[in-house]
């Protein structure tokens, strides 16, 4: 059965949580930072512990498909970059803004500003 892996991460910390294809949760876990541009190393360090973390004994990190919401993904070549070392099944890299607007409004129209450790305002209109 796929598992399927969310995080959320930022350049303070990251949220992770692992379901089934059912959408039943199964784990979740919180971690450091991760940044892909300013700190990819740290960033990659942070994202497999934490997705470890949430998977527990529910299979392996290469049953995963994942997507991550990331500080620094508006780097192409940091994302890309992070893609190529993780070990996910099948790896979808966005900005942390365009999981914090899906979050915030899912499919309809709105504004979301997310202020942490650094700022960014994000609009979705017609559910993209």
Not at 7 to 29: F, K, P
């Amino acid at each position: 059965m796929p598992l399927f892996l969310g995080l959320d991460g930022g350049g303070t910390g990251c949220r992770a949580a692992v379901a089934d294809a059912s959408g039943r949760l199964l784990g979740s876990a919180t971690g450091g930072p991760s940044n892909i541009a300013s700190d990819p190393a740290g960033a990659r360090a942070n994202i497999l512990a934490v997705a470890a973390e949430a998977l527990g004994n529910h299979g392996d990190l290469s049953d995963l498909h994942a997507v991550l919401g990331v500080a620094g993904a508006n780097v192409a070549s940091c994302a890309a970059q992070m893609i190529a070392e993780l070990p996910f099944a099948d790896t979808r890299i966005v900005s942390d803004a365009v999981i914090a607007v899906k979050g915030a409004v899912q499919a309809g129209d709105g504004v979301v500003a997310a202020i942490g450790t650094g700022s960014v305002f994000a609009v979705q209109r017609a559910g993209a």
